[in-house]
């Protein structure tokens, strides 16, 4: 096995981008999910895990050059992160007043409709939401879903047929002709070594509804989901058996990831 590609968030919930190589520690990949959009009237994160509120989200896309962001709007301009005007420029695009803050706030929240139901009704349903608190797992301000870093197999996706970025990996993992889909399961206790690092898989990764949702000029695709409800149900400890694709890592030594790196399940 060995890197096929290294993704990067800057800012939660827009599109990412490709790097050729990232440094990694405890706080997860430098440069990935340190800013986040937070609702000015719930306190809570934005996140496109609730579309009805939150998939336009997906229509902007962050970079990162020199320790600063700048995002790309939905009509292809660019702004600074650090603009002054961002916050009422972003709320406007958005329809709801947001701010974009740098620092996880202490038991930082979003909204997560259950993906099944959405898929079901439609992204505009209105869909009960649970209250779910981020970043568990990770140390630090930013802004992850639980761990610091998510990696996919190549056999995970060629078997659901969808692009990588559906899924907001940090690491795509090339793995040999006949290699199982899903096998991202039986990962979990063991441990990578990707180049200079050594990473723990903490367990399987349960899907929310993003992977469906248009992601730029990309359409919805609902199998994106869909496969996985019908395939890989995993049971996870506190919950009943949940669509999953991938895994989450934490990173046991720090150092640099780079695109080609040798993958060694241990």
Known sequence: MHVESLWRYPVKSMLGEIVTEMFVDERGADGDRRLALVDAVTGRVASAKHPRLWRQLLQFTAKGSGGRVRIQ????????????????LLSRLLGRSVRLVSKRSPGATLERPDPEKVLELGVDAEVEARIVEIAGATPGDSFTDLAPLH???????????????RYRPNLVIVTPPGYPPYAENDWAGKELVVGETRLR?????????????????????????????AENRVAQAGSAALPCAGAYLEVLDEGVIRAGDPVTLQ
């Open 73 to 88: 709007l939905p009509d292809k301009t660019c702004v600074a992160a650090d603009d002054p005007g961002i916050d009422e």
């Open 151 to 165: 990696a996919i197999t190549t056999a995970t996706l060629e078997r659901i047929g969808v692009e990588a970025l």
């Open 201 to 229: 898989v903490l367990k399987p990764t349960s899907r929310c509804a993003v992977p469906t949702l248009g992601h730029g000029s990309l359409p919805p695709a609902p199998q994106a989901l869909r496969t996985l409800v």
